[in-house]
C-alpha cells in the first residue's frame, strides 16, 4: 500500500504565500503523475495542478501564474508553492499520485487533506 501525507496548510492573509507538501511512501515501485486538488465547502473537488514523473506540469486556470507545483522524486515528494493567494482559494486541498507498488499493482491514492485558509 502507499501513503500520501500532506502538510504546510494553515491561515494566510489574501496576498500571502504558502507551500504545501505531499510526502508518499509505503511499497512503492514506480511514482508516475502526481497532483494538487482542492474542495471548498460546497462545491465538487476540482483539480488544481498536475506533474508527470518527469516534470511536465499543467495548472488550472484560477491558479496559473500563481501556484507552482514541483516534485523530488528522491525524496517522493510534491510540492505546491501557493503565491498571491485569494479567499477564493480557500478549501482543503489534497494530494494525488499514481503508483505501482512493489506487487505490481498500479493505482490512484489521495491524501487526507489539509486545511487552506485565506482571511483578513
Known amino acids: 500500500q502507499v501513503q500520501l501525507v500532506e502538510s504546510g496548510g494553515g491561515l494566510v492573509q489574501p496576498g500571502g504565500s504558502l507551500r504545501l507538501s505531499c510526502a508518499a511512501s509505503?511499497?512503492?515501485?514506480?511514482?508516475?503523475?502526481m497532483a494538487w486538488y482542492r474542495q471548498a465547502p460546497g462545491k465538487q473537488r476540482e483539480l488544481v495542478a498536475t506533474?508527470?514523473?518527469?516534470?511536465?506540469?499543467k495548472y488550472g486556470d484560477y491558479v496559473k501564474g500563481r501556484f507552482i507545483i514541483s516534485r523530488d522524486n528522491a525524496k517522493k515528494t510534491v510540492y505546491l508553492q501557493m503565491n498571491s493567494l485569494k479567499p477564493e482559494d480557500t478549501a482543503v486541498y489534497y494530494c494525488?499520485?499514481?503508483?505501482?507498488?512493489?506487487?505490481?499493482?498500479?493505482?490512484?491514492?489521495w491524501g487526507q487533506g489539509t486545511q487552506v485558509t485565506v482571511s483578513s
Open positions: 494525488y499520485g499514481d503508483f505501482t507498488t512493489t506487487s505490481y499493482t498500479y493505482s490512484g491514492y
Open positions: 509505503g511499497s512503492i515501485a514506480t511514482i508516475y503523475t
Open positions: 506533474i508527470t514523473g518527469v516534470g511536465v506540469t
